[in-house]
C-alpha cells in the first residue's frame, strides 16, 4: 500500500531564517518540494535542511538561495532522510511565500 504525504503552507518571511516547513518523511522514498516567493517586489532566501534521524545533526541538502519576487523553486528528493526543514528569511524586504509539498512511499 502506497502513503501519500501532501500539503500546502503560507507564510511571511522575517529577518533571521525560520522554518516554512518541517516534514517528517522517514516512510517517504520521493519528496517534492514547490516553493513560490508570492511577493510582488521583494526577494526571498531559503535553504532546505536533512536529518538521518529526527532529532538528529541538520545537514545543508540545499545551500543557500535567492528567490525573486514571484519565482519557483522546485526540490525533488529521492535519497533516504528521515525529516526535512526548509527555512525562509527576508530578501530584499519582507516577502510572502507559499510551499507546497508532496511525498510517497510503500
Known amino acids: 500500500m502506497w502513503k501519500v504525504n501532501k500539503g500546502t503552507l503560507t507564510g ?6 525560520a522554518n516554512a516547513l518541517d516534514w517528517k518523511v522517514e516512510e517517504l522514498r520521493e519528496k517534492t518540494i514547490i516553493l513560490k516567493n508570492t511577493h510582488g517586489t521583494e526577494s ?5 535542511l536533512a536529518y538521518a534521524v529526527p532529532e538528529g545533526i541538520a545537514a545543508e541538502e540545499v545551500a543557500e538561495t535567492i528567490l525573486s519576487a514571484g519565482a519557483v523553486a522546485k526540490l525533488q528528493l ?4 528521515a525529516r ?3 527555512q525562509v528569511a527576508d530578501g ?3 516577502a510572502s511565500y507559499q510551499v ?5 512511499g510503500a
Open 100 to 104: 507546497d509539498f508532496i511525498g510517497q
Open 92 to 94: 530584499s524586504g519582507t
Open 44 to 48: 526571498l532566501k531559503d535553504k532546505l
Open 78 to 81: 529521492v535519497k533516504q532522510w
Open 84 to 86: 526535512l526543514m526548509l
Open 12 to 17: 511571511a518571511s522575517a529577518p533571521a531564517f
